[in-house]
């Protein structure tokens, strides 16, 4: 079993509105994928309509390669949508009790959740009492409990305070460590450069790039320099071919690189023409600058 | 099926709203019970309510099962409160994410709607027994068994507006404003009989007597178990005495009242089946 979900030209009308326009992708055991797009991208629509909450309009998805029915095949996911569903009155360890009555399995489990995500000292409190951080952190626990092929997150961090924050995202590079597959949603880039190796990105419902988050956008990264001497600087750097586009902003010049090339060897040429750098740095395009790119038109 | 009523159950018992319930509409029957036993004194002789042979079987199945009747509000808020709230708390969406199919969380409150149904049955019927066996003069099996169909219209009726409350849980989504739909369908059910006896009356036509009462929910629901007064000894008498032109009572439950009540339950589950299918969440 090499596919955990398979979607095909999946679409999702609200109305007259286009919510998720005709997209396609697979999850593949093992990965860690991450679904990126602005707010309103249509990232938690594709989601729902795979995790059966949501009626596509059109189109169609198989879990496991359609070996059992959607239901079934959601009970060996573990899913977290925007924020923390439960009952509110029931304590944790009630709520996850029910969860595993849902997904038919043992509650041997509930415990060793609990530990991981730290709320074992407080299993018997109503979820009511519960801040945001913790409700968040024991949808986590809840969707651990049945060992899932795979763990859906959406916006896992939305709404938290920076500790919140960085206690889910230890916590998902924890699972991811351990080998299993997660579909993170989010528009934090941040947050899926730093956990997953697979990217699908959505705008406006249409699907613009699915593939290795590395290969996202063919390019070598920046240099930026600055010298005494701006103008000499600027026709220095025309000449060069590994510029593909040159931005001047401050008195500082962003070399946008079209093959790779190394600081040294800049820093030796200039230095050759009588060209003295003030300031010279190299920077890898963050996720964050290939996601604008992508989007931009 | 067990799996189904066994979620639905985990549900019940830790939500708090339904225990309260649970503890009122099992305090009122106890107190129900009692009153068989407060003395009243007319003209400085006691008597107690038991005198008037309330409790004599048969007539306490029909008695007991007419006043009860009345407390089906207090598990019906449990239903809708219990329903509403899985829309939201949001839980009904996690729940489907957690890999129960729409079908089968309907069927997990459909089941435990018949559960609560059958348990109130069973509670009146034990409260009945119990009040017969202390102060009926008949105690002769034969008599004590007699006349049972009304425990099964007590469930009947119970199982329609169980339905009923489910279906509005679903459609409004909010308890508060569930409970305000029951009501105000009341009300409208009750304008359209006040219309159609007016009508009848005027025109002296059988809409309300020959079809308004069998087909509205809510009509032949409350028309499965038939007021039982005049069956009791005193006023039996008294009417006896005194006989009124015209004035006729059966107490027989109709074939006509049971179909339409399983109609209109099998359509309350279909519609809310319908409704939870068709929504996104």
């Known amino acids: 079993m090499k596919n955990i979900l398979e979607v095909n030209h999946l679409h999702k009308n609200y109305g007259a509105l286009t919510a998720v326009n005709k997209v396609s992708f697979k999850i593949e055991k093992g990965n860690v994928y991450g679904i990126l797009g602005p707010n309103g991208s249509g990232k938690s629509t594709t989601l729902g309509m795979v995790l059966n909450v949501v009626n596509p309009t059109s189109g169609s998805y198989k879990w496991f390669d359609g070996s059992m029915s959607t239901h079934d095949a959601l009970k060996k996911i573990g899913a977290i949508i925007e924020r923390p569903n439960f009952y509110p009155s029931m304590n944790a360890v009630q709520n996850l009790k029910l969860v595993c009555k849902i997904k038919g399995v043992a509650y041997d489990r509930i415990d060793e959740t609990l530990e991981l995500v730290g709320l074992l000292s407080r299993k018997h409190s109503p979820f009511k009492t519960y801040s945001l951080g913790m409700k968040q952190r024991l949808a986590i626990a809840s969707a651990l409990l049945n060992n899932p092929e795979i763990l859906i997150l959406d916006e896992p961090t939305n709404g938290l305070d920076p500790q919140g924050i960085r206690q889910i995202r230890d916590l998902i590079k924890h699972i991811a460590k351990s080998g299993t597959t997660i579909l993170l949603a989010s528009h934090l880039l941040d947050e899926v450069e730093k956990v997953c190796s697979h990217v699908i990105v959505l705008r406006q419902g249409n699907m613009l790039y699915q593939g290795r988050v590395d290969q996202m956008v063919q390019n070598h990264g920046s240099i930026f320099l600055s010298s005494q001497n701006i103008a000499q600087l600027r026709s220095f750097l025309n000449e060069k071919s590994f510029v593909a586009e040159l931005i001047e902003q401050d008195s500082l010049l962003e070399v946008k690189l079209s093959s790779p090339v190394t600081t040294a060897q800049i820093n030796k040429e200039a230095f050759e023409k009588g060209i003295v750098l003030t300031e010279l740095a190299f920077k890898k395009q963050s996720l964050e600058d290939q996601f604008l790119e992508l989007t931009k038109n | ?281």
């Open chain 2, 1 to 281: 099926m067990l799996r189904l009523l066994d979620i639905e159950f985990h549900k019940f018992k830790h939500s708090k709203s339904s225990k309260v319930l649970t503890i009122i509409y099992l305090t009122i029957i106890v107190v129900l019970m009692l009153t068989g036993i407060i003395p009243i004194t007319i003209n400085g002789e006691k008597y107690a309510l038991s005198d008037l042979g309330l409790f004599n079987f048969p007539l306490v199945w029909h008695l007991s099962t007419y006043f009860a009747s009345f407390l089906k509000v207090f598990i019906a808020i449990v239903i809708v409160s219990l329903t509403a709230s899985e829309y939201s708390n949001r839980t009904l969406k996690q729940n489907l994410i957690d890999g129960l199919s729409k079908k089968e969380l309907l069927l997990s409150k459909v089941y435990f709607t018949i559960v609560l149904a059958i348990t109130a049955t069973v509670i009146v019927f034990l409260a009945s027994l119990i009040l017969g066996l202390i102060y009926s003069d008949f105690d002769e099996p034969s008599i004590i068994f007699s006349q049972m169909g009304y425990l099964g219209g007590f469930f009947l009726a119970h199982l329609v507006f169980f339905t009923f409350c489910l279906f509005a849980g679903i459609l409004v989504k909010r308890g508060a404003f569930a409970l305000g739909l029951v009501f105000v369908y009341y009300i409208f059910e009750s304008i359209i009989n006040a219309v159609a006896k007016g009508l009848d009356t005027y025109y002296d036509w059988n809409i309300y007597d020959g079809y308004l009462v069998h087909i509205l929910p809510l009509n032949a629901m409350s028309n499965l178990i038939k007021q039982p007064f005049t069956k009791i000894d005193l006023v039996k008498s008294t009417t006896s005495q005194i006989p009124i032109e015209g004035l006729e009572f059966t107490y027989d439950i109709e074939w006509l009242d049971i179909i339409s009540v399983l109609i209109w339950s099998g359509l309350f589950v279909y519609w809310s089946f319908a409704l939870l299918k068709r929504r996104d969440l």
